[in-house]
Nanobody, 125 residues
C-alpha cells in the first residue's frame, strides 16, 4: 500500500506560479510511476503529467505542456508539479496518484492505484 498526500495549492493571479508537492509513504519502493490529475466542477478528471520513477521520463497533456513541470525526489519520496504561466482555466482540484506497473501517461484507460485527497488551485483573472 502507498499513501500520498498533496500540498501547495492556493489562490494566484493569472500569469503567476505555484508548486504542488506530493509526499508518498508506505511501500514506496513499489511505485513505478506517479501522475498529477486535475478536476474542476462539471468537467471530467484530466491527467496532466506523469513521471517514471526509475528513469525520470515525463509526459504532459497538451493543455499544460510548456507551462507545467513534473519532477521527483526519490530520496524524499516526493513528486512535484511546478506550474507557471497559470491561467484561469487551470483552476481545479489537483490530485497526485501512483501506480505499480503498466502504462504511465495518465490518458484515458490508464488506471492509477493510489490517490491523495487533492489540493485546490484557484487562478483569478
Amino acid at each position: 500500500q502507498v499513501q500520498v498526500a498533496e500540498s501547495g495549492g492556493g489562490s494566484v493571479q493569472a500569469g503567476g506560479s505555484l508548486r504542488l508537492s506530493c509526499a508518498a509513504s508506505g511501500d514506496t519502493d513499489s511505485i513505478f510511476c506517479a501522475a498529477w490529475y486535475r478536476q474542476s466542477p462539471g468537467k471530467e478528471r484530466e491527467g496532466i503529467a506523469s513521471v517514471v520513477s526509475d528513469d525520470g521520463r515525463t509526459w504532459y497533456a497538451d493543455s499544460v505542456k510548456g507551462r507545467f513541470t513534473i519532477s521527483q525526489d526519490n530520496a524524499k519520496r516526493s513528486i512535484y508539479l511546478q506550474m507557471d504561466s497559470l491561467k484561469p482555466e487551470d483552476t481545479a482540484m489537483y490530485y497526485c496518484a501512483t501506480k505499480r506497473v503498466g502504462v504511465c501517461p495518465p490518458i484515458k484507460g490508464t488506471v492509477y492505484n493510489y490517490w491523495g485527497q487533492g489540493t485546490q488551485v484557484t487562478v483569478s483573472s
